[in-house]
């Protein structure tokens, strides 16, 4: 069990644990007819290249300034996951009945040009403000933003390592 605390560990439970919350979210979506909101794929794309980055990580993690590296944009990446988790969980929370911005920014549109090409991975249809389905209380966003927001410490575990 101690390897899970080396970088590689820390790289390899980041990955898995990414793919494993797409794998879920799909599931969900599927099992119990949720709409995805554009926030919501965009949490997707970032577990996504999460997981794509581990396994650029865990091959380069024999050198320490590489290993250092891949760990600070791996961390750059789960803090971007945790501030989208976070304003959606406003939105939630606070600003109820509202979409997800004011008007159709950059990445909306690349969330619809993503659904047109993979529907089932990347279709967006709910709206971001709507909790959905709730497990001990906390909404999928809520739980996201616990999970990037985990990742986002294990990163910096990784990058701060002497060894």
Request: with cysteine.
């Amino acid at each position: 069990m101690r390897w899970l605390f080396t970088p590689r560990g820390l790289f390899s439970a980041t990955g898995f644990a990414a793919l494993g919350l797409v794998a879920g979210g799909l599931i969900l979506a599927n099992t119990m007819n949720l709409a995805a909101c554009p926030l919501c794929i965009l949490q997707r794309m970032l577990y996504l290249l999460l997981a794509l980055e581990a396994g650029v990580a865990w091959a380069l993690a024999g050198a320490a300034s590489q290993r250092r590296a891949a760990a600070f944009v791996m961390a750059a990446t789960a803090l971007t996951g945790a501030g989208i988790a976070a304003y959606q969980t406003w939105l939630q929370r606070f600003a109820k009945g509202v979409s997800c911005t004011a008007d159709q920014p950059w990445w909306e549109g690349f969330v619809n040009w993503a659904g047109s090409q993979w529907p089932l991975m990347f279709e967006a249809s709910g709206l971001c403000s709507e909790a959905g389905w709730k497990f001990l209380g906390l909404s999928i966003a809520e739980w996201s933003l616990i999970a990037f927001t985990s990742m986002t410490i294990a990163m910096l575990v990784a990058l701060l390592r002497k060894n």
